[in-house]
């Protein structure tokens, strides 16, 4: 049976060779085990009797051989990130130098950590929240700048601030109410229910914001989808080519040339775009194709962002009937830009007076039209802009609160539905008993995310066993 008293070690640099290699232990005996296997380049410099935060030279040896010259730094409780005694070794990179320190500490009483066991000791440990320890994950895995900026917005406390806030606000009412029923026979009144009203209709809103962020911040997280659609040989396959800058797809004059759909994922000013070539759209007898363009309906359906590639040489009818198909299949969160492509073939003249948004009754307010050369790799910085112009940026550079975490977003969305319950129940009278449970529930889903409810091993489990080995 693991123990949360065991010492525990891994390495914690990324795996393979490197110049530098960290091996990482966590637990009351981490120092002591350390000295066992350390040799202090000045003698009878001994690592219990050094200060915290302080870095040794010296070297690893296994009985008469010595293994490696190494760094040791030394972090001592409460004062490290899980709140234990942490020595970090500083080794080479080289893999067989790693694994025979590794084997060393754990001959001489350490235990192989688990996935995210560091990380998971810091959050029973108090140094952090549920909601920050993921943010630990996220940031590790951050693809993108923007990414980045979100999950070290929410490590250093900036949605679990918002929690508490909602939390110590609810806890007051729910008090107040609760006082009320104890004292139900005097018929006492100690929660005013105009600033109750008040208070969950803020709340509400703010719940309500939250919820709405997860579209943009599981975008951030996971790569804006954009969806390349439009009729074949239109050029969809050579603008992905040209914004990856590499043939990733098979360019041809012959039609239905792409049957499959193809992805990748570029940064665009520290925004991950994933970037899905899709089949043409065509009536067309060929079985395997029209697969494809079944599945290109569905990406629309999925996508945040549709390209509709459409040949400046088309006529206004083909034209008028792709925009009106696509737009068709569109809710309202999702952003059209129409691209216009093979103006190398046209003059701007033309181009200039026929493709306007006054030209396409089909198109709304927030809809763009970009016109472009794909092969020459004309205007291709303006749909990028317009592309960028789809990303809510003012909150991500204002730090606001941005959901990520899917576990986050459902706890919220039933949050929600809570205090909408107390919303609705204060607005026809209901008693407070039946007020008091559904705020006792709001707190309950709002102390998931941050983990105040959260009891089990089986769940922090299933939280952390993603984690990399080592953090």
Do not use: W
């Not at 809809?367 to 050369?373: G, H, K």
Request: with cysteine; hydrophobic share 40%; net charge negative.
């Amino acid at each position: 049976m693991l123990s949360e008293k065991d010492t525990i070690c891994a390495i914690s640099t990324a795996q393979g060779m490197g110049a530098i290699a960290v091996i990482r232990l966590s637990g009351d005996e981490s120092i002591s085990i350390c000295e066992k296997i350390f040799r202090p380049a000045k003698p009878g410099k001994l690592l219990a009797t050094q200060k915290a935060n302080t870095i040794h030279f010296g070297s690893i040896y296994d009985g008469e051989k010595d293994i490696d010259e190494v760094l040791i730094s030394i972090f001592k409780a409460p004062h490290s990130f899980t709140g234990e005694e942490i020595v970090e070794i500083a080794c080479h990179g080289a893999p067989y130098i790693q694994q025979q320190v590794l084997q060393l500490l754990t001959k001489k009483g350490a235990r192989l950590a688990t996935a995210g066991e560091f990380t998971q000791r810091a959050f029973l440990n108090g140094k952090m929240d549920l909601s920050q320890a993921e943010a630990v994950a996220d940031l590790i895995a951050s693809r993108s700048e923007a990414a980045r900026r979100v999950a070290l917005q929410q490590m250093r406390g900036g949605f679990s601030n918002e929690l508490v806030n909602l939390r110590m606000q609810l806890l007051n009412f729910i008090s107040l109410i609760e006082l009320e029923l104890d004292f139900s026979e005097e018929d006492v009144e100690f929660a005013n229910r105009t600033e109750l009203t008040k208070l969950v209709d803020e709340i509400e809103t703010l719940l309500q914001k939250l919820v709405n962020s997860f579209s943009l911040g599981n975008a951030i997280k996971n790569g804006i989808p954009v969806a390349i659609v439009g009729h074949t040989n239109a050029g969809k396959s050579t603008l992905l080519n040209t914004l990856l800058q590499e043939e990733r797809a098979i360019v041809s004059d012959i039609h239905g040339t792409t049957r499959d759909v193809i992805e990748d994922t570029i940064n665009i000013e520290g925004i991950g775009f994933r970037f899905i070539d899709t089949a043409g759209i065509r009536a067309t007898k060929d079985e395997i194709e029209n697969l494809g363009i079944e599945r290109t309906y569905d990406k629309i359906s999925k996508a945040t962002i549709v390209l509709l590639m459409l040949d400046v040489n088309d006529p206004d009818d083909k034209i008028h009937d792709a925009i009106s198909d696509v737009k068709k299949r569109l809710d309202e969160h999702q952003q059209l830009i129409v691209v216009i492509n093979k103006t190398d073939l046209s003059d701007e003249p033309i181009i200039a007076e026929r493709f306007t948004k006054s030209s396409f009754r089909e198109l709304s307010g927030t809809d763009a039209i970009v016109p472009i050369s794909a092969k020459k790799q004309r205007n291709i910085e303006a749909l990028t802009d317009a592309l960028l112009k789809t990303v809510n940026l003012s909150a991500i550079d204002n730090d606001e609160v941005i959901v990520t975490n899917v576990r986050h977003y459902e706890a919220l969305q039933k949050s929600h539905e809570a205090i909408t319950r107390v919303a609705n129940g204060l607005h026809t009278g209901i008693s407070g008993d039946f007020l008091a449970q559904d705020i006792r529930e709001a707190l309950i889903f709002l102390g998931e995310i941050t983990g105040g409810e959260i009891q089990t091993d089986e769940v922090l489990g299933n939280i952390f066993k993603n984690f990399c080995i080592g953090k």
